[in-house]
């Protein structure tokens, strides 16, 4: 029994299969996952559809069809078997493919999930990936999908390349010439899209003193090394450098870090490019394309994204660019309106609730971006009530490595807390998520705080 036997079984389990429903989350990793299995399963001439849903709760199962098509669950599932049980899913019907902690129920239901064998930093789509070229080799070609779908869900973050099995997925796609990987680069966001001024202006991974959150300052300093800022016109984005000029502005970055006393650690990492797509677009790398997909499902359109991954570059690429463009102005939104209003800090935690002022499938992306400016090394947890029931309270947190790698835990700090008062939470040791019951806020809060300050006993987090 191992990986390569799951896989066997489990692309058996869907060549039998006379039709198949997807289930999966709206995120870039879910989406793409799901994208993947729908691609290798089409090619098969196995009709397919696609669920995407937010969080597998109760609400939500009644999104999942009780008919004979097998149900496949794709980044998510593992952790909710029970609602599977209660829906009455037989599970020669049920297939999990995820990354998430299991938490079976009864005899539990067929999964190949990361977590099983020993893969910590790999993606539902990963695993999606393995199970489609288990399916058929020629279907090497989803690798780019693969790579977003591990970039979305951070699993290049802590190490500033995708490691492990990864690496083989990116082989593929190298090899397929769908992929293509840039060894080191200065370690930004925005490489395809953004100006150069303004990718360095919004780096806080590593922050950089008198450039990060400042445009202005970021623009003085690259005219002060001499890189010319426009082409016809045009702002220059990272793509377009020379790798001389590359090389002057990390150079200057160093030396900026250095000054100042901080870490060169994180300055350089490596990216993924997707030759075949068009230049000064989202779709060009990996970072920009999760984004993009991230951006549908906040805005409740992951089929949206879905209909991107699966080829269109027409009425749904349109519309999902138009979506990255609110999204991301309801996103300076919500971090202005953190920073104007401010957190309460407790010993090991910052946390604040924003009521129903945000959506709360974004207060998880303004929770990281308001760490840049708030006290890194204490997590934050952002509280929101759901418009559709504000009986019940969304929970995000987030953190940073370096308090990951001295011990915390958000994932599991989450689950047991939320456990103590009748919720249900699910994410990652950097970033993680819970429903509450709204009557049991302040009780959460200082239990999570207790929990993070056993995982980081220090008489104070700042010396954890």
């Given at each position: 029994m191992g990986l390569d036997h799951d896989l066997r079984e489990a692309a058996d389990q869907i060549r039998d299969a006379e039709m198949v429903t997807i289930i999966s989350h709206i995120d870039a990793d879910g989406i793409t996952s799901a994208t993947i299995l729908h691609l290798a399963l089409q090619r098969e001439g196995i009709p397919v559809i696609p669920v995407f849903v937010r969080q597998l709760e109760p609400f939500a199962m009644r999104f999942v069809p009780q008919d004979e098509s097998l149900k496949i669950f794709s980044d998510l599932g593992a952790g909710q078997q029970n609602l599977l049980v209660e829906r009455g899913l037989k599970p020669d019907r049920v297939l999990i493919v995820d990354h998430h902690v299991s938490q079976p129920c009864g005899d539990g239901y067929p999964q190949v999930n990361a977590l099983e064998y020993g893969f910590l930093k790999f993606s539902a789509a990963g695993m999606a990936y393995l199970l489609a070229r288990e399916i058929d080799r020629d279907n090497t070609d989803l690798a780019a999908l693969g790579v977003i779908g591990n970039v979305g869900d951070m699993m290049a973050r802590e190490d500033l390349k995708l490691i492990g099995p990864a690496r083989g997925i990116i082989e593929d796609g190298v090899s397929r010439g769908v992929v293509e990987v840039l060894g080191k680069e200065l370690n930004c966001y925005g490489i395809s899209t953004r100006p150069i001024h303004i990718s360095l202006a919004f780096s806080d991974d590593p922050f950089i003193p008198g450039i990060t959150n400042n445009p202005d300052s970021a623009l003085r300093f690259l005219e002060k090394l001499g890189i010319d800022m426009k082409s016809d016109g045009n702002w220059r984005v990272w793509e377009d450098l020379t790798r001389e000029e590359k090389r002057t502005i990390t150079s200057g970055v160093m030396q900026q870090l250095l000054a100042h006393g901080c870490?060169?650690?994180?300055?350089?990492?490596?990216?993924?490019?997707?030759?075949?797509?068009?230049?000064?677009?989202?779709?060009?790398?990996?970072?920009?394309?999760?984004?993009?997909?991230?951006?549908?499902?906040?805005?409740?359109?992951?089929?949206?994204?879905?209909?991107?991954?699966?080829?269109?570059?027409?009425?749904?690429?349109?519309?999902?660019?138009?979506?990255?463009?609110?999204?991301?102005?309801?996103?300076?939104?919500?971090?202005?309106?953190?920073?104007?209003?401010?957190?309460?800090?407790?010993?090991?935690?910052?946390?604040?609730?924003?009521?129903?002022?945000?959506?709360?499938?974004?207060?998880?992306?303004?929770?990281?971006?308001?760490?840049?400016?708030?006290?890194?090394?204490?997590?934050?947890?952002?509280?929101?009530?759901?418009?559709?029931?504000?009986?019940?309270?969304?929970?995000?947190?987030?953190t940073v490595d370096e308090m990951v790698n001295r011990g915390i835990d958000l994932q599991a700090a989450l689950v047991h807390a939320s456990r103590a008062c009748g919720g249900e939470a699910g994410g990652h040791r950097i970033a993680a998520g819970a429903y509450i019951p709204g009557t049991a806020e302040q009780e959460f809060v200082h239990c999570v705080n207790r929990i993070l300050s056993e995982q980081c006993p220090a008489e104070s987090p700042h010396h954890c």
């Open positions: 870490s060169t650690r994180r300055l350089i990492s490596e990216v993924y490019l997707f030759p075949h797509e068009m230049e000064h677009t989202p779709l060009r790398n990996a970072a920009e394309y999760a984004t993009l997909l991230n951006a549908c499902g906040r805005w409740a359109k992951p089929a949206i994204g879905h209909a991107v991954c699966l080829g269109d570059r027409g009425g749904a690429y349109r519309e999902a660019e138009h979506m990255l463009v609110r999204h991301r102005t309801v996103i300076r939104e919500l971090l202005q309106f953190i920073l104007e209003n401010g957190v309460i800090e407790l010993s090991h935690l910052q946390y604040l609730h924003v009521g129903e002022r945000f959506p709360d499938t974004i207060v998880g992306i303004g929770a990281g971006m308001a760490l840049s400016k708030l006290n890194r090394v204490k997590p934050i947890l952002i509280m929101c009530k759901l418009p559709e029931d504000p009986t019940v309270t969304k929970v995000s947190m987030r």
